[in-house]
């Protein structure tokens, strides 16, 4: 069955270190969609892409990037985490032109800055 | 940029009631999704709303939207435990694609 992993599940890291977490979808969807979650902000798009080499920065971008070499995977990046990053993260995928459609989302990454 | 509220942020409720969950945004946008959030776990997709009047049912849950009023609603029928979750409500922009999410309605239903 096509689905949406994300990993790693769990990370705890320290200010100033750059981590990566990875997302990976089968369904061969153009759209890939970073979020993150916090208590009283519901989801805040982070970035996103419409396809291979398509990155664009949603509303709270700084501090982060992402690149599309492939359809299947769409990585984030912290370049130098902050404890002001520590949140979990879900990534999503949609079909369709130019972001249309429902997006599903992967199991989310919990991630914790110290 | 897009805003989008949804009420009441908590509700609690027991087994067998009926209520209603509220969703505004602030700009004009015909495409209108529901997902629901159980404690730990990530989204599931419940209803896609494409256009003015559109009503969309799944056993005691019903959507609706009201493109002209900038609203829409999700219906709770004689609500049921299992039905316990955060509901979001997310709108899509006209103008670039993306989604806007609400800060979710944690609903607790009591036996």
């Known amino acids: 069955d096509a689905e949406i992993t994300q990993s790693p599940r769990h990370k705890i890291t320290e200010t100033g270190r750059q981590v990566t977490l990875a997302c990976h979808q089968t369904?061969?969807?153009?759209?890939m969609f970073w979020y993150r979650q916090d208590l009283g902000h519901g989801l805040r798009l982070i970035h996103y892409?419409?396809?291979?080499?398509?990155?664009n920065k949603g509303e709270v971008s700084d501090g982060y990037s992402v690149s599309r070499s492939n359809t299947e995977d769409l990585p984030l990046t912290l370049e130098s985490a902050a404890s002001s990053q520590t949140s979990v993260y879900f990534c999503a995928s949609s079909e369709g032109s130019g972001g249309q459609g429902t997006q599903y989302f992967g199991p989310g990454t919990r991630l914790t800055v110290l | 940029e897009l805003k989008v509220e949804q009420n009441p942020l908590f509700l609690s409720m027991q087994e067998g009631k009926n209520y209603t969950i509220y969703c505004n945004y602030s700009?004009?946008?015909?495409?209108l999704y529901w997902y629901r959030q159980d404690p730990g776990k990530s989204l599931e997709s419940l209803f896609v709303l494409l256009s003015n009047g559109a009503v969309k049912q799944e056993g005691r849950l019903m959507a609706s939207l009201d493109t002209k009023a900038r609203l829409s609603t999700l219906h709770i029928t004689a609500a049921v435990h299992d039905l316990s979750a955060t509901y979001f409500c997310?709108?899509?922009?006209?103008?670039?694609?993306?989604?806007?999410f609400g800060t979710g309605t944690s609903l607790t239903v009591i036996p």
């Open positions: 892409s419409y396809g291979v080499q398509d990155t």
């Open positions: 700009t004009t946008s015909d495409r």
């Open positions: 997310a709108v899509a922009s006209n103008t670039g694609n993306q989604f806007y």
């Open positions: 369904w061969n969807h153009n759209n």
